[in-house]
């Protein structure tokens, strides 16, 4: 089944404990995003990759570091968490295609972290 | 992204059809109207996308008023299973490469009685 998986779903941590959250896909898309959905702001775009070792910021990219060192992986690491980073976490991926702008995004079912 | 509007919520009964608005009135002749849903507890799932013409897909059509300034989602005959977020979204054709982000308005929450 075509999906795109994440890991873990629910994570409770302490600020400052250094974090990474999984992203995998099994579809060969070879672009993957990171977002975040807050209460009244929706879904903000953090980071994105176009390719293997290919990353760029996307709106809130502060306090978050991605890599993309195979293609169907696209880890989210938060290196020393903080309270405002509590947050349900969506990754994404989008396969390629001709017509730029026709993509449709795959989304996965989300982790939901809280930083005490 | 140009910007869309569209109602906070509607409510709809079981088995009968359901048409979701998006007003859009500064899209330009390149942008493609793409609506997604959110189910509660999950993330974001693509529903259907269109340029100029009407689409249909096994989930919903899409009608596309012919200045393009709207368009309406159509699900033909809800489900429970329909309830959730909807969210109309213009993308530019040949922006980004794809990966750069959707942007999500607040979206018309779409309440389905039994």
């Known amino acids: 089944e075509a999906q795109v998986t994440q890991n873990p779903r629910y994570l409770i941590t302490v600020t400052g404990k250094k974090l990474t959250v999984t992203c995998s896909q099994n579809m060969n898309h070879e672009y993957m995003s990171w977002y975040r959905q807050d209460p009244g702001l929706g879904l903000r775009q953090i980071y994105y990759?176009?390719?293997?070792?290919?990353?760029d910021k996307g709106d809130v990219p502060e306090g978050y570091k991605v890599s993309r060192k195979e293609k169907r992986n696209f880890p989210l690491i938060l290196e020393s968490p903080s309270p405002n980073q509590t947050s349900l976490y969506f990754c994404?991926?989008?396969?390629?295609?001709?017509?730029?702008?026709?993509?449709?995004?795959?989304f996965g079912p989300g982790t939901r972290l809280l930083v005490l | 992204d140009a910007k869309t509007t569209q109602p906070n919520s509607m409510e709809s009964n079981e088995e009968e059809p359901v048409h979701l608005p998006c007003n859009h009135s500064?899209?330009?002749?390149?942008?493609?109207i793409h609506w997604y849903r959110q189910l509660p507890s999950q993330g974001p799932e693509y529903v259907i996308h269109?340029?100029?013409s009407n689409v249909n897909n096994r989930m919903a059509s899409l009608a596309i008023a012919e200045d393009r300034k709207s368009s309406t989602l159509i699900l033909h005959r809800a489900t429970l299973r329909d309830a959730a977020v909807y969210y109309c979204i213009l993308r530019v054709k040949g922006s980004g490469g794809g990966a750069d982000g959707l942007t999500f308005g607040k979206g018309t929450h779409l309440i389905i009685q039994p």
């Open positions: 990759s176009m390719n293997v070792e290919v990353t």
């Open positions: 500064t899209i330009s002749g390149t942008d493609y």
């Open positions: 994404a991926s989008t396969k390629r295609v001709g017509l730029a702008g026709a993509e449709t995004q795959y």
């Open positions: 269109g340029l100029t």
